[in-house]
């Protein structure tokens, strides 16, 4: 079974700073990867995802992430945040393109003026 | 394209009484659908896998006969939770595979609707 560790549960940072929420994955097998947004009481927004080819995806917001193979890491980054970025985060795997998801527990990216 | 939409988004019950909740895919069709409880700052906890047509697939620990889930069409899927009771307070979401485009394995997530029971 595949499992999804995201190593900050709280990240702060000043507006206008880079930021990197960190996301590693355990599959003996080849995995599709997702990060998700989700702001107060709403569902989940795809913000980018990686399902083969270039390592480095690019999503909306400015976000990208960078699949790491021989590190099983897809770390999110966005180079200056926003307030407006202040959400929570949700690194997801999934091992075919119709099955379930597996969802890590979450980053809370908080973005001060 | 790809909307899931979710209702209702808020709702407050009694105890003891029956809430349904309704996840429709507004343009697209979900032979998939999933039904997800999240507790106030943790991750979705996936509860079943809804089958259009089909029984539901409940994961471990999820009671199916108190919530019970109907796949009757390609665009909706239902919850019900019966006999609710304060610990069945939380917030649940649904999210959607579109027939139409599997192959890029995204999910699309419902609203989410807030069940506060008395």
């Known amino acids: 079974a595949q499992s999804v560790t995201q190593l900050d549960s709280q990240v702060p940072v000043f507006e206008e700073a880079p930021v990197e929420l960190r996301c590693n994955y355990s599959?003996?097998?080849?995995?599709?990867l997702f990060w998700y947004v989700q702001y107060p009481n709403q569902g989940l927004q795809l913000l980018l995802k990686y399902l083969s080819g270039s390592t480095l995806v690019k999503g909306i917001n400015g976000f990208e992430a960078e699949f790491n193979k021989s590190q099983t890491s897809f770390h999110l980054r966005k180079p200056s945040v926003h307030i407006s970025d202040t959400a929570e985060y949700f690194c997801a795997v999934s091992l075919t393109n119709a099955g379930k998801s597996t969802f890590g527990d979450g980053t809370t990216l908080t973005v001060k003026p | 394209g790809a909307v899931v939409s979710q209702h209702p988004s808020w709702v407050i019950c009694k105890s003891g009484t029956s809430v349904k909740i309704e996840c429709r895919s507004l343009d697209f069709q979900a032979t998939t659908m999933f039904w997800y409880r999240q507790f106030p700052k943790q991750s979705l906890m996936l509860m079943a896998t809804s089958n259009e047509g089909s029984k539901a697939t409940y994961e471990q620990g999820v009671e199916k006969d108190k919530f019970l889930i109907n796949h009757a069409s390609l665009t909706l899927s239902t919850l019900t939770v019966t006999s609710a009771h304060p610990e069945d307070s939380s917030f649940y979401i649904c999210s959607a595979r579109d027939l139409g485009r599997l192959d890029t394995g995204e999910l699309f997530f419902g609203e989410g609707s807030r069940l506060t029971v008395l």
């Open positions: 599959s003996s097998v080849s995995v599709y």
